[in-house]
C-alpha cells in the first residue's frame, strides 16, 4: 500500500465517522415570563387579572379613607370640655364641623342634643358612630368576596383546562402528541397559581384594612366615653 492508497483510506475513514457521529447543534430553551404564562391562562386569567385590579383599588382608596378619618387633634376633648364649661355651645359645634373626622361628627351630634335626657344622647351618638363605621368599612366585603372567590374560579381555570385536555386527547384517537396537551395543562396548572395569588393577596388586604377600621373605631369609642363622662359631671 502507498501512501496515495493510504490518504484515500484516511479520508473515507473520516468521512464515514463523520457521518456515524453529526455534529449536534445545541438547543435553546426558550424562556417564559410572567406574562406569557399568563396568557396561556385562557380567558379565566382575564377575570383575575380584573378582580386583582379591584383589589388593589379598594386598598389603596381606603388606606387613605381610613388614616384620614384616624387623624385628630389629641387636645380635641379638652378643647370640647373648655367650650361646653364656658357655655360656648356654638363654638363647640363649630369646632367639630372644622375637624370632619367621625368622632368629630359623633361628638356634634352629642352637643346638638345637650338637655335632652342622657340615654338620648347617647343613642344620638351611637347611631352616628354606626354610621360612620360602615362608611368605614365601605368596599370591605368586595375584597373578603374576592378572597374567598379568586381561588374557586381559579379552580374553575382548572377543571376547564383539564376537560379541554381530554377532549384533545380522545380527538386524537391513536396519534397522541404531547403538544395537543400542553395547552390544556398550561390553562389548568396557571389559573389555579393565579387564583391563590389573588386569593392570598385580597385576604390579607382585608384583614389590614380591617385592623385599620378597628383602630378607628377604637378612637371614636374612646371620645364617646369621654363625653357622656364629661355630661355626667357634677357641676360645681
Do not use: H
Not at 24 to 30: G, I, M, R, S, Y
Not at 33 to 38: E, G, R
Not at 142 to 160: D, K, N, Q, S, W
Amino acid at each position: 500500500m502507498n501512501l496515495m492508497q493510504m490518504a484515500q483510506g484516511a479520508e473515507t475513514l473520516a468521512d464515514s465517522l463523520a457521518t456515524a457521529n453529526p455534529v449536534l447543534t445545541p438547543v435553546t430553551e426558550e424562556s417564559m415570563n410572567l406574562f406569557d404564562m399568563a396568557l396561556k391562562g385562557g380567558w379565566i386569567m382575564v377575570i383575575l387579572a380584573a378582580l386583582s385590579l379591584l383589589c388593589f383599588y379598594i386598598l389603596f382608596e381606603r388606606i387613605y379613607v381610613i388614616r384620614k378619618a384616624g387623624k385628630e387633634d389629641p387636645m380635641f376633648m379638652e378643647k370640647i370640655k373648655d367650650y361646653i364649661m364656658g357655655g360656648e355651645i356654638k363654638s363647640a359645634l363649630n369646632y367639630c364641623r372644622t375637624m370632619n373626622t367621625p368622632s368629630a361628627r359623633m361628638i356634634e351630634k352629642g352637643i346638638s342634643r345637650l338637655g335632652r335626657p342622657i340615654n338620648d344622647v347617647q343613642a344620638a351618638i351611637e347611631n352616628v358612630g354606626n354610621f360612620e363605621v360602615a362608611k368605614l368599612e365601605k368596599g370591605l366585603t368586595i375584597m373578603a368576596t374576592i378572597a374567598g372567590g379568586a381561588p374557586m374560579i381559579g379552580f374553575l381555570g382548572t377543571v376547564t383546562g383539564m376537560v379541554r385536555a381530554f377532549y384533545e386527547m380522545a380527538n386524537a384517537g391513536n396519534n397522541i402528541d404531547i403538544t395537543l396537551l400542553s395547552g390544556g395543562i398550561y390553562e389548568a396548572m396557571i389559573t389555579t397559581v393565579g387564583g391563590l395569588i389573588v386569593g392570598i393577596i385580597a385576604m390579607f388586604a382585608y384583614n389590614y384594612l380591617v385592623t385599620l377600621v378597628d383602630g378607628v373605631v377604637n378612637k371614636m369609642e374612646a371620645k364617646t366615653m369621654a363625653f357622656m363622662d364629661l355630661l355626667n359631671e357634677p357641676v360645681k
